[in-house]
């Protein structure tokens, strides 16, 4: 780094990668919930509660991608 700004095209490329690494890391994040939900021996109420989970982790990870600002 030689201590000039960055141009708005280098700028856009760092945010792009950024938001990539990050929706890696939450699909990362999903990836136990989802193979769990293809139990073939869970119960419904088990595969309802583990719907639920990963409900929640999806809503978290929009929240954080899509902050409101009330």
Known sequence: MD???AS???VAQAQAIGRRQQAQAQAADLMP???AMGNPWLSPEERAVLHRLYEQQ???AEA???PRWE
């Open 8 to 10: 708005p095209e280098q």
């Open 33 to 35: 919930l989802l193979e």
């Open 64 to 66: 954080r991608r899509n």
């Open 58 to 60: 999806v809503q978290s």
């Open 3 to 5: 201590g000039t700004p």
